[in-house]
């Protein structure tokens, strides 16, 4: 017979009968910090971790992300709920906030302390483990407002946890709780964190030992009755009748147990400041210490002078567009009068290593000097000649030289080496 193969009954739990799956889906949050803070305020981010388990990362890598980071991300793995810690000269501050376009509560942060700090002052601490495995409960104290700022800040803390159903509930759920407690004359809130216990009840502390933990030492007692002859307590008031088996091996249903809390910490004390109707910006529902019509007015005016400055800004950068547009029309046009009717001036301007134009201009004047001289000797020689002929030679010796004359200059513009060019009239010598 062949070899079953074993279950995996640790990490492949089935699902709990607790969960509906019409219901809608639990909170989750992102607890973090916001710029530079102290020690003990990243201290009690992290003791805010372990109040908000397990619907939280735990382990949330900060670094250098800030909130729109978050926000890109907590759409994607369904998370719902922002708080945010920060730190200025004037004290410390928390922000909850509803993703992705919330509101946000902006709260004060009084005093608070640190898990470490509530541990150390009781005899004997408690050292939860298996209780952050399961989502607290909520209790609201005071918090009966009919303001309008009121019942969002009521709606904000309760929608922080899951909700629950209390006919299919399993007791052994009910782990821990968190209570805010609003004291309307100060206008603060208390904020809590407590771990739920059940104890028996109608028995002495010694027998209870015996009951709930290991069996002692019993050697220096002579009778039992020595171990029970102290008063058994009382509890009725905090008595209750066990719905469903709890945890611990003596806790079944139909017991007689009384609830116990202990404190396992932080503790806060917080005053709510101001309301802001998207996350962390937006209009300002609520504010505790200033006139709501006033911050309404002031935001107008810097939302109308912020118009006017980005209108002046699009009317300047047309005004230069123009400016740009019509000088490049002016140095094109006079780019184009000088090509067409100033190249004499450049050519006779116009300095080159090469080329030195004095020296040009004075082997054109003896040219010219030449010329003048070959004419007159001409007229002398052939008085006899018909004007005719006389007009034609002028025309054609006027010609040469000017054709030449242009020819050097065509060459010298297109950056040609110097050509020596000799002038159509020969000189003659004298006798």
């Known amino acids: ?9 640790r990490t492949h739990i089935p699902a709990e009968e607790s969960v509906d799956p019409n219901a809608p889906p639990a909170p989750k949050s992102f607890v973090f910090k916001s710029g530079k803070v102290g020690k003990s305020v990243s201290r009690l981010v992290k003791d805010m971790r372990k109040v908000m388990e397990p ?13 729109k980071d ?10 719902t709920q922002f708080l945010i810690f920060t730190q200025t000269d004037n004290g410390t501050n928390l922000r909850l906030a509803r993703t992705p376009r919330g509101p946000t509560l902006c709260f004060r942060v009084l005093k608070y302390s640190l898990i470490g700090d509530v541990l150390s002052t009781q005899i004997n601490p408690k050292s939860p483990k298996s209780e952050f495995k399961t989502s607290p409960l909520v209790v609201l104290n005071n918090f009966g407002g009919e303001e309008n700022h009121m019942k969002l800040m009521t709606s904000m803390l309760q929608n922080m946890f899951p909700s629950i159903n209390i006919n299919k509930m399993q007791l052994a759920e009910a782990r821990r709780v968190v209570m805010f407690n609003y004291d309307p004359e100060t206008k603060n809130i208390d904020f809590r964190h ?13 027998v209870r030992r015996i009951v709930t933990n290991n069996i002692p030492d019993l050697s220096n007692y002579q009778d039992i009755s020595h171990v029970s002859e102290s008063e058994a307590e009382s509890g009725i008031e905090t008595t209750v009748t066990l719905a469903q088996d709890f945890i611990g091996k003596i806790n079944k249903k139909s017991d007689q147990r009384a609830i116990k809390l202990t404190e396992i910490g932080p503790r806060m004390e917080l005053k709510l400041v101001k309301i802001q109707a998207e996350l962390c910006a937006g209009e300002v529902l609520f504010h505790e210490f200033k006139e709501i019509k006033k911050m309404n007015q002031e935001r107008e005016q810097r939302r109308k002078l912020k118009q006017m400055r980005r209108k002046e800004q699009e009317r300047n950068v047309e005004r230069k567009k123009l400016e740009k547009e019509a000088h490049r029309l002016v140095t094109s046009d006079s780019c184009e009068s000088i090509n067409d009717n100033d190249e004499d001036d450049i050519y006779k301007n116009r300095i080159n290593d090469e080329y ?6 004075e082997l054109f004047k003896e040219d010219l000097n030449d010329y003048n001289d ?6 002398d020689e052939n008085e006899s000649s018909s004007e005719e002929n006389e007009t034609k030679l002028q025309l054609s010796s006027k010609s040469n030289w000017k054709n030449s004359h242009q020819q050097r200059k065509n060459n010298f513009m297109k950056g040609k080496p110097k050509m020596s060019i000799k002038v159509g009239v020969k000189k003659r010598k004298r006798k």
């Open 1 to 9: 017979m062949g070899k079953t193969r074993r279950k995996k009954r």
């Open 55 to 67: 619907q939280t990362a735990i382990k949330l890598k900060r670094k250098h992300n800030k909130v």
């Open 70 to 79: 978050f926000l890109s991300v907590a759409g994607q793995i369904g998370v």
């Open 194 to 206: 407590y771990c739920i216990g059940v104890k028996p009840v109608g028995i002495s502390k010694s």
């Open 356 to 361: 030195i134009m004095e020296g040009d201009d």
């Open 374 to 379: 070959f004419e007159e000797e001409e007229g």
